[in-house]
């Protein structure tokens, strides 16, 4: 299975302590190297740039479409655009990215998606984790956007709460 990574669902499930769930239910994960950059650019002590830097599982790759790349550089930023170039370029599985815009980009280029809320589902479903509510609790805690009706629809599709 190929699956390609955007930047922000690395750095938030490095943050709340929760990117083994990317193995545990793709195995190998492919970053293109601005991604590896945008982490790296985070900082030493971030949880995403300590983690990429021992992690033999995510795999870095350059992009080769440079006509792709470019194009969607014009509407997208570096990192999201250089995540769907490689996921083009190997007919990834699946793309792990969250950015609204990015994602529709995606689906343009016809590429399968998830965000890092269908990987917490996923995770619970395979019985990798107990429970959903607690890591939506830590991602907002962490800066991760979330609204009160997607918050709610995620712990329904849980089974964590009545609709």
Do not use: C
């Not at 985070?42 to 350059?62: E, H």
């Not at 014009?74 to 655009?81: K, N």
């Amino acid at each position: 299975m190929i699956i390609v990574s955007n930047t922000s669902p690395i750095s938030n499930l490095a943050a709340i302590g929760q990117l083994n769930l990317l193995q545990k239910l793709y195995g190998n994960i492919m970053i293109p190297i601005m991604v590896y950059q945008e982490i790296i650019a985070s900082g030493q002590t971030d949880p995403a740039t300590l983690a990429i830097q021992n992690l033999d599982w995510i795999k870095i790759y350059p992009t080769t479409n440079e006509t792709l790349l470019k194009q969607l550089q014009i509407i997208l930023d570096p990192g999201e655009a250089s995540a769907i170039t490689l996921a083009v370029e190997f007919n990834a599985d699946r793309l792990i990215i969250d950015e609204r815009k990015g994602r529709n980009e995606a689906k343009k280029q016809g590429l399968k998606i998830t965000g890092i809320l269908g990987i917490i589902l996923a995770a619970k479903e395979k019985g990798f984790i107990d429970l959903v509510q607690p890591l939506l609790d830590d991602l907002m805690v962490n800066g991760f956007w979330l609204n009160k009706s997607l918050y709610h629809e995620v712990l329904v599709l849980a089974n964590e709460k009545n609709t």
